[in-house]
C-alpha cells in the first residue's frame, strides 16, 4: 500500500498550490499582475502540473544542429534505424512483462515477483524514499536528454524550435520541446522520423554511457580508491545482527566469511548464499578441552529434532558436537556447551576428525543449531572475528558495503557508493523511457513514429490516406491497450498486494 504520510503531504502539497493559484486569480487587486508574472516566465499551472517554458536555450540547440553537418545526419539515422527497431522491440518486451505479471498474480512462489523486465515505480512502496533524490534527478536528466535529441535533430531539419521546458506532474519530472507544427508537417516522412526517433536514440546512447561509466568506475577512482581487497562497511542497520561492541562497525573492511573469501560487496552475498546452502562448518580443537555437557544438563532435542545442550541461556556459550575419539568406529556423537569465542579463536575449519589430521589431537566439532541456521565468524582485521549465530539473509541485509576502500582518510566512504547508486538510476531510467517512448501508443513518441514509418513504407501500398491513418488507429490502439494494461497490473501489483 501507499504510504499515507506521503500521499497526505503531496495531496497537501498540490491543494495549497491550487488552492493559492485559485485566489490570486479571482483577485481583483492582483489578477493581472499575478498572470503577467506567470506568464514572463512561462509558467502554466493546473491541478498536479506544473509546466515551465523558455526560449534561452534555443541558440544552443541551433549550435548543437551546426556541428558537422554530416555526422549528425549519420547519427540522426542511426536514432531512425534504432527508433524503428525500439519499436518493435518494446511491444514484445511489454508483451512478456504482462506475461511475468500474470504469472506472478496467479502463484505464490515469491520468487518470480522479482523476474518482472520492467516494473512500475511508485515513490515511498517500492522505491526506498532515501534514495528519492536519485530517482527524480536521474529521471529529470533522462527526460532533458530526450529534448534535446528531438530540438537538434529538428533543427537539423529545418524544423523551428518554439521554446523547451520542464514540468512536474503529481511527483514526476519532466521536459519537452514545442515545435513548429507547420514546417514539421510540410517535410518528409523520413526527415520526420529522425525528428521523432532522436528522442528515445538518445536515450539509449545515455543508457549505455551511464552503463560503461559503471563499469570503467573502478578503474576511474583507482588512484583515490581501491578494488578487490574486501568489503567496505558503509552502514550498520541499528539494533540488527551486526550491531553491537563485537559486531561491525562504519569503515571496517570486512575480508573473509568463514573459509569463503570477500574482495567486495557482490562476494559477500555470495558467500552469505553459499554458506546457507552447505551444512554447517566445523572447527578443529583439542580433544583435551571437551567435556561432555553434564554441567549443563543433558542434552535434549529441540522441536525441530536438532540437539541441544546449553540450558542456560548464555549469550557467550554454544553447543558443540563431536565424535568420541574412544568411539570413532561406532560415529557416536557427544555434545558439549562451550565458551564459543575461546573455542573457535584462531582454530581451522573441517567437515570431519580427518580434516584436522589422523595422528593430531585434535577433534572435528560443529555447532549444533536449529535447520538453517548458521554459526559464521566474521574477519575484519585488525578487530577479533564477529560471531554470528542465525538465519544469513538477515546478516546480509544488517549492512550496506561497497567495494570502494579509501586510499586516503580524508576521503568520504559515501562518495563512490553515490556515484554508483545515481549511474545505476540513470541506466534504469534512461532506458526505461527508451522503451516506454517507444511503444505505437497515443501522446507518446510511438505514435509520431508510427504514423510516420506508415507514410513511408505503405504510401505505395495503401494508397488511400484514409485507409493508412485507419491502420495506424488500430495499431496505436492496441499499443496503447497494451501499455494501459502492463500499467494498470503493475499499479496494482505494487500497491494493492
Not at 558537422?68 to 534504432?82: E, I, K
Not at 558503509?234 to 562504519?250: F, I, K, N, Y
Request: aromatic share 10%.
Amino acid at each position: 500500500m501507499i504510504p499515507v504520510s506521503l500521499l497526505v503531504f503531496v495531496m497537501a502539497g498540490w491543494c495549497a498550490v491550487y488552492l493559492a493559484d485559485t485566489l490570486l486569480r479571482s483577485s481583483a487587486t492582483h489578477r493581472i499582475n499575478y498572470e503577467s508574472w506567470l506568464a514572463s516566465r512561462g509558467l502554466m499551472l493546473s491541478p498536479f502540473h506544473l509546466r515551465w517554458q523558455t526560449t534561452m536555450f534555443n541558440r544552443l540547440f541551433a549550435y548543437c544542429a551546426r556541428i558537422n553537418p554530416r555526422a549528425l545526419y549519420l547519427w540522426f539515422s542511426g536514432g531512425l534505424v534504432f527508433g524503428v527497431a525500439a519499436m518493435l522491440g518494446s511491444v514484445v518486451l511489454l508483451v512478456k512483462t504482462l506475461q511475468q505479471t500474470y504469472a506472478q498474480m496467479t502463484t505464490d512462489n515469491p520468487r518470480i515477483g522479482g523476474q518482472q523486465t520492467l516494473q512500475v515505480v511508485v515513490p515511498g512502496v517500492n522505491l526506498p524514499t532515501s534514495q528519492l533524490a536519485y530517482f527524480f534527478i536521474a529521471l529529470l536528466l533522462s527526460g532533458v536528454i530526450h529534448e534535446l535529441g528531438h530540438a537538434v535533430a529538428a533543427l537539423r531539419e529545418s524544423v523551428r524550435v518554439n521554446g523547451f521546458g520542464m514540468f512536474v506532474f503529481v511527483v514526476y519530472p519532466g521536459a519537452f520541446v514545442d515545435l513548429f507544427t507547420t514546417h514539421l508537417n510540410l517535410i518528409s516522412p523520413a526527415q520526420q522520423l529522425r525528428i521523432f526517433c532522436a528522442g528515445v536514440w538518445h536515450n539509449f546512447v545515455l543508457c549505455v554511457a551511464a552503463l560503461a561509466l559503471l563499469f570503467l568506475l573502478p578503474v576511474l577512482l583507482f588512484p583515490v580508491y581501491a578494488t578487490g581487497v574486501g568489503a567496505m562497511v558503509t552502514e550498520v542497520v541499528p539494533g540488527s545482527a551486526a550491531d553491537g561492541p563485537r559486531g561491525l562497525s562504519v569503515g571496517d573492511l570486512v575480508t573473509r566469511l568463514e573459509d569463503c573469501p570477500v574482495r567486495g560487496a557482490e562476494d559477500w552475498a555470495g558467500c552469505l548464499s553459499q554458506l546457507s546452502r552447505v551444512p554447517q562448518t566445523g572447527y578443529c580443537v583439542p580433544a583435551a578441552g571437551l567435556q561432555p555437557s553434564w554441567a549443563h544438563g543433558r542434552p535434549f532435542k529441540r522441536l525441530d529434532g536438532t540437539m541441544d545442550c546449553c540450558s542456560n541461556n548464555s549469550l557467550t556459550d554454544l553447543c558443540f558436537s563431536y565424535i568420541k575419539p574412544q568411539s570413532r568406529n561406532s560415529r557416536e556423537r557427544e555434545f558439549a556447551c562451550m565458551p564459543v569465542r575461546k573455542m573457535v579463536t584462531g582454530t581451522a575449519t573441517c567437515r570431519s576428525d580427518n580434516d584436522c589430521g589422523v595422528n593430531s589431537a585434535s577433534v572435528c566439532v560443529t555447532p549444533s543449531l536449529e535447520n538453517q541456521t548458521r554459526f559464521i565468524r566474521v574477519a575484519h582485521p585488525p578487530s577479533p572475528h564477529m560471531l554470528f549465530v542465525g538465519f544469513p539473509p538477515h546478516l546480509q541485509y544488517a549492512v550496506s558495503l561497497t567495494n570502494f576502500v579509501p586510499r586516503f582518510g580524508f576521503l568520504h566512504l559515501d562518495l563512490p557508493v553515490f556515484m554508483e547508486t545515481f549511474l545505476k538510476y540513470v541506466v534504469s531510467l534512461s532506458g526505461a523511457l527508451a522503451v516506454v517512448n517507444s511503444v505505437p501508443c497515443f501522446a507518446l513518441d510511438g505514435q509520431w513514429m508510427l504514423n510516420a514509418l506508415l507514410e513511408a513504407t505503405l504510401v505505395t501500398v495503401v494508397t488511400d490516406r484514409q485507409k493508412r491513418e485507419l491502420i495506424g488507429f488500430f495499431l496505436l490502439l492496441a499499443g496503447s491497450a497494451l501499455l494501459a494494461a502492463n500499467v494498470a497490473l503493475g499499479l496494482w501489483m505494487v500497491t494493492a498486494r
